[in-house]
């Protein structure tokens, strides 16, 4: 991905395996996101950061894209369909906005009761999520860079290997300030990390 359009560099950070990370955005600021070993689910919330219940919406981000995937030129939605992001930059093509974010219980009811005490991607928003006064009743819907959720004429749809390599990213830009908060999955029950959770890495643009 070619990131001379974004303007200079402010930040770099790379989020290891598992843990959680988020930043306010200010407007035309640019975040890329970096899949660095290949196969890592990034799991994504966003919201107006001075209206913080103005939150991501799949609903009207889908019923406004007429389709289930992101990718270049999608716009991530909040709840009154006014633009938070848009992706404007994009080496894979194809992200998920169904699959959700893994949790103690849906592990259980998936893989069994043996996986309850695995850390999951619900327990790093509501880490990250506490540092800003929100909670449990904030978390909404997330999108998931990088995951590969095919869905079936049926409407059937599973989570399997993903579509992405090492190194490849894609770029978000702000069109409002926006707190974006980030969980590096955790999962090893299904392929969506390879079985084995890596790193991503965070790098924000001053925008042109």
């Not at 975040?31 to 990034?42: E, K």
């Not at 909040?78 to 404007?88: A, I, M, Y």
Request: net charge negative; hydrophobic share 40%; glycine share 8%.
């Amino acid at each position: 991905m070619n990131t001379d359009a974004f303007g200079a560099e402010l930040h770099r950070e790379t989020v290891p395996p598992r843990a959680p990370w988020s930043r306010v955005l200010r407007r035309g600021q640019v975040l890329a996101i970096v899949d660095l070993d290949g196969n890592q689910a990034v799991d994504f919330l966003a919201y107006d950061a001075q209206r913080t219940w103005r939150a991501y919406s799949a609903q009207a981000t889908l019923q406004e894209q007429e389709t289930i995937f992101l990718t270049t030129g999608s716009v991530l939605r909040d709840n009154e369909s006014e633009p938070l992001l848009t992706v404007v930059a994009d080496d894979v093509g194809r992200h998920d906005t169904l699959g959700g974010a893994c949790s103690r219980e849906s592990n259980t009811l998936r893989y069994g009761h043996h996986t309850y005490a695995q850390h999951a991607c619900a327990d790093n928003f509501l880490a990250e999520l506490s540092a800003y006064g929100m909670g449990k009743r904030d978390q909404v819907s997330n999108v998931n860079w990088f995951m590969n959720v095919p869905v079936d004429p049926d409407g059937a749809l599973g989570i399997v290997d993903g579509i992405s390599a090492p190194g490849l990213s894609l770029a978000l830009r702000a069109e409002k300030d926006t707190l974006v908060v980030v969980s590096n999955c955790p999962q090893i029950n299904n392929p969506c990390n390879g079985f084995d959770p890596s790193r991503a890495r965070m790098v924000v643009y001053a925008g042109a």
